[in-house]
């Protein structure tokens, strides 16, 4: 078989068998296709090698594994895929497959892939999640494939310069989460989902690229309806604006530290506020001005480390002793009941009250 004879042939197959078929017939070889999972994904034989987990890596240059005497090509197929998949060709000694004859059966695999969207490619699945979060009902969400029915988190990447490097950026962060479908805000962030569990893997390179780039990244609550994606990513544009009013941006956050913020910006009321947070607070701070203490801080970071004595202790450079007195002299003052949960919650959210007011 020619290559025109495989190019013409291969126009006229409409699922992925047949024309892995028509590809053994024409390298006069064995052939198959393995996902980064190790899955078949289809063969022209039956007889398939015994194989390991090394097949499948990523992150080796190896072109060929041996099974017994017959040694198997390996040539990955759109590495931009929302799963990188294998083409794998049995070589004979006799009649070796040529580096064009690979080549050409790489691109047709790619042009069918392309037509049926049996594996779509990243340009593909970031024009799809576009169209998702403009018009969630009426995307069909099935070509998401690995991404559904497993927990996702949404992600926004703000520049902190005016002029950003953007595409550099781009570049980068989708070769730690590779495939990840990604577009852009009408402000121009980044806006991207990827599973829960590949985002706190990920954490540290994220953190890396934003303080390379100079980006404040935002990573929402873990959630299971990709058709929700439009508003965990509102929810991570309204912590990033909560975070701006608090303090200085970490590198990476994650909304659940802000969720609490974001509730109160919608509260059309201040004085309700005020009056609804501990006046034990006001009590603290106002001693705090009169004796040069720090029981306001000392509080809050007793709360905030779950009540943990060597934990704050550590926090704040104290010894176990100091931290035990001060709290003593919180407790003359304030009179805290620590068995009851409600009081201690309501301290920590009286907190937050007075933080954002505070700014």
């Known amino acids: 078989m020619t290559d025109a004879d495989l190019l013409l042939a291969a126009i ?13 017939t024409y390298l006069d070889q064995p052939v ?13 034989t039956s007889q398939l090698p015994t194989r390991n ?5 990523l992150d080796t240059s190896q072109g060929s594994f041996q099974d017994g005497t017959t040694e198997y090509l390996r040539r990955p197929i759109n590495t931009y895929a929302l799963k990188t998949w294998f083409l794998f060709v049995a070589q ?9 004859q690979l080549q050409l059966v790489i691109q047709v695999i790619n042009n069918f892939n392309e037509r049926y969207t049996v594996n779509p490619n990243q340009s593909e699945m970031n024009g799809l999640f576009t169209q998702l979060l403009h018009q969630p009902d ?8 690995p991404l559904l029915n497993q927990p996702l988190v949404a992600i926004t990447a703000t520049p902190l310069v005016a002029q950003p490097q953007q595409e550099a950026f781009k570049q980068a962060i989708q070769k730690v989460l590779t495939a990840m ?3 852009e805000d009408v402000h121009q962030n980044l806006v991207l989902i990827a599973p829960a569990t590949t985002a706190k893997f990920e954490y540290s390179a994220l953190t890396k690229l934003a303080r390379q780039y100079q980006y404040c990244i935002f990573i929402s609550e873990p959630y299971t309806d990709i058709t929700k994606s439009r508003d965990f990513l509102s929810i991570c544009r309204q912590a ?3 975070a701006q009013k608090l303090g200085p941006l970490q590198p990476v956050n994650l909304t659940q530290a802000y969720n609490i913020y974001i509730i109160l910006d919608h509260m059309p009321d201040s004085t309700l506020l005020r009056q609804t947070m501990c006046a034990q607070l006001l009590t603290l701070k106002a001693h705090d001005r009169t004796h040069h203490t720090e029981l306001f801080s000392t509080l809050f970071t007793y709360l905030e480390n779950d009540c943990r004595l060597s934990t704050t202790a550590d926090q704040l450079h104290l010894h176990r002793n100091s931290l035990t007195k001060r709290l003593q002299r919180i407790d003359d003052l304030i009179h805290i009941d620590w068995d009851q949960p409600h009081k201690t919650f309501g301290l920590r959210l009286s907190y937050r009250i007075f933080n954002y007011l505070d700014h």
């Open 12 to 24: 006229k197959c409409t699922a992925l068998d047949p024309l892995t078929n028509l590809i053994a």
């Open 32 to 44: 198959f296709i393995l996902d980064t999972t190790g899955q078949l994904i289809t063969t022209s």
């Open 53 to 57: 987990a090394d097949w499948v890596r």
């Open 92 to 100: 004979s000694k006799g009649y070796p497959v040529t580096a064009a």
């Open 138 to 145: 009426k995307t069909a969400i099935t070509n998401f494939g």
């Open 181 to 183: 479908p990604m577009s």
């Open 240 to 242: 990033f604006k909560a």
